[in-house]
């Protein structure tokens, strides 16, 4: 079990959570749910990065062509 972990809601952050709870849901749940949503945000916005990172690398466009080439042969059998 992890160590809790506390912190100072600003009058923003209580807004927001008091709208995650409002229909009941735990402010425990709400902030999980919350760090869920965030963590998968930031690897979607990682991978999208890495993306356009690799389509703008001459290199890797090159080995994708090379080995579309080599797809495209397979497929002639």
Not at 23 to 41: F, K, Q
Not at 48 to 76: G, K, N
């Amino acid at each position: 079990m992890a160590d809790p972990i506390t912190f100072r809601p600003t009058i923003d952050d209580a807004k927001n959570l008091a709208a995650l709870t409002a229909d009941g849901t735990t402010p425990t749940h709400a902030i999980r749910h919350a760090l869920e949503v965030a963590a998968r945000e930031k690897r979607q916005a990682d991978l999208r990065a890495d993306a356009e990172h690799l389509m703008a690398t001459p290199e890797y466009l090159a080995e994708v062509r090379a080995v579309r080439e080599e797809l495209d042969e397979l497929r002639a059998w």
